[in-house]
């Protein structure tokens, strides 16, 4: 093995743990574990209606909570906003308030160990493992 494993062991397994953390690993585990019963469940309209609902959620991401949120790139209608919103919280993406938060944050970060999602914390930390570290997110690293 790799001094990697040694690093990630250390960052990833060695620090305390909270209840949101927790939660957080048990709802992404818990959710590829369902995707191995999909086989045994498929049928096309259901795959037609995870095809339409994969692109409204991604195109809600990016125009709501990243372009008109976070960035203040353009103006919507009030109840335009409120349905993108609405469509980006059945992503999974956590709440308006708190992506815009992280989000802004990173901008503001960038590439320092502030930055919640930090490339020099390395590469599993920059992808998936800051999404289990409440800590880092909201500012008490």
């Not at 959710?31 to 609902?53: E, G, R, S």
């Amino acid at each position: 093995m790799g001094d990697w494993v040694t690093q990630w062991r250390v960052e990833f397994l060695g620090r305390e743990w909270n209840f949101v953390d927790i939660g957080s690993v048990v709802v992404v585990l818990g959710l590829h574990c369902l995707t191995l019963l999909a086989p045994f469940h498929f049928n096309w309209p259901a795959f037609w209606a995870a095809v339409a609902l994969y692109f409204v959620t991604g195109v809600s991401v990016n125009l709501s909570y990243h372009r008109q949120l976070s960035h203040r790139s353009f103006k919507l209608p009030k109840w335009l906003e409120y349905l993108f919103a609405y469509c980006d919280v059945l992503s999974f993406q956590v709440s308006p308030l708190e992506w815009v938060s992280i989000h802004r944050s990173h901008h503001q970060f960038t590439d320092t160990l502030k930055d919640p999602h930090s490339p020099v914390r390395g590469f599993w930390y920059s992808h998936m493992g800051w999404i289990f570290d409440y800590h880092s997110r909201f500012g008490s690293v």
